[in-house]
């Protein structure tokens, strides 16, 4: 059974950084895309970035020079670096990763194939 874990949520400051981590099991993703979308009260979901097999990246635009996603192929894990978070970064941030190898639905939400429970990510003013 495949699962993605997300740790790291909680609650921080505005201007205060936050590292959320993503553990999978039960295959390899190693050349796979792996990411995060995250969702906020009342609004709809949003593509927060995505990592390659060569770990190449991209972003959403509301977070493009803030965060940072990096993986480790031999934990089999992706991470979120965020910095200077803002009170609009209030959200559930969910790991995503793509079934196939060598395929990347980018920004498209539907074509992942897994996503773990979430883990909150609140940002105070």
């Known amino acids: 059974q495949v699962r993605l874990v997300e740790s790291g949520g909680g609650l921080v400051q505005t201007g205060d950084s936050l590292r959320l981590s993503c553990a999978a099991s039960?295959?390899?993703?190693?050349?796979?895309?792996m990411g995060w979308f995250r969702q906020a009260p009342g609004k709809e979901r949003e593509f927060v970035g995505n990592?390659?097999?060569?770990?190449?990246?991209a972003y959403g635009d509301s977070v493009r020079g803030r965060f940072t996603i990096t993986r480790d192929g031999a934990k089999n894990a992706v991470y979120l670096q965020m910095n200077s978070l803002k009170p609009e970064d209030t959200a559930v941030y969910y790991c995503v990763a793509h079934g196939a190898m060598y395929v990347n639905p980018y920004r498209l939400g539907d074509r992942y194939d897994y996503w773990g429970k979430g883990t909150l990510v609140n940002v105070s003013s």
């Open positions: 990592i390659n097999w060569e770990y190449d990246t």
């Open positions: 039960g295959r390899s993703f190693s050349r796979s895309v």
